[in-house]
DNA sequence: TTCATGACTAATT
DNA sequence: AAATTAGCCATGA
């Protein structure tokens, strides 16, 4: 099995109005290592319209960067629509909106 | 086919 | 405490 499938397995699973952290999936795999590689997953995205890779942010809560859905607007709007309020720095509340695995 | 790099994170210095 | 190095897999040239 290859890793991105297993990274898309997760992110596939994260609910509306939550976001994950590529550290995090990595952890859920058990190897915290391969953060990178989801976040690459994600920049890949073959499975694109099926990840939800607008609801993963890095550790931060940033967004990717600004070049992944056609502007940080758009991925604004796509969180906002699904329930995630920004601070002024355009950064997630992960305290609030951080996905649990375990619900 | 091989080399380099890329949406990151954690550990070490 | 802050900054830098290391690690990982898959894709592109």
């Excluded at 976040?39 to 607008?54: D, E, F, I, M, R």
């Excluded at 993963?56 to 502007?71: I, M, P, R, T």
Aim: net charge neutral.
């Amino acid at each position: 099995m290859r890793f991105f499938e297993r990274v898309y397995e997760i992110v596939k699973q994260i609910p509306q109005g939550k976001v994950a952290t590529y550290g995090q999936i990595a952890r859920l795999m058990g190897e915290p290592r391969k953060s990178k590689i989801v976040g690459w997953a994600l920049h890949s995205n073959p499975y694109k319209g099926q990840v939800p890779c607008h609801r993963v942010v890095n550790k931060a809560g940033e967004l990717s960067g600004g070049f992944a859905f056609g502007g940080k607007e758009a991925q604004k709007e796509l969180l906002c629509d699904e329930g995630i309020k920004f601070d002024l720095d355009e950064k997630i509340d992960l305290d609030i909106y951080l996905w649990n695995p375990n619900e």
